[in-house]
């Protein structure tokens, strides 16, 4: 489970974090171009391993928190 002050730290156009699977899931993929993906996608795992957290990318682009 992800600490509060990191999910302060994200700011998720894209992406939403879901609570009960402890994961960010894509909101919708018809409104969401690769760029803007991309650039949110990268920004995630860039705090993610700034704080150590360890995470799974799954084929779908959900990305997982390790436990």
Do not use: G, P
């Not at 990268?42 to 990305?63: G, Q, R, W």
Request: charged share 30%.
């Amino acid at each position: 489970m992800l600490d509060e002050k990191i999910l302060l730290l994200l700011d998720c156009n894209i992406y939403k974090y879901n609570y009960t699977k402890h994961c960010f899931q894509i909101r919708n993929y018809f409104d969401v171009n690769n760029d803007s993906l991309l650039e949110e996608l990268k920004e995630i795992l860039k705090i993610l391993e700034k704080n150590e957290i360890n995470y799974i990318i799954e084929k779908d682009n959900t990305i997982t928190i390790a436990k």
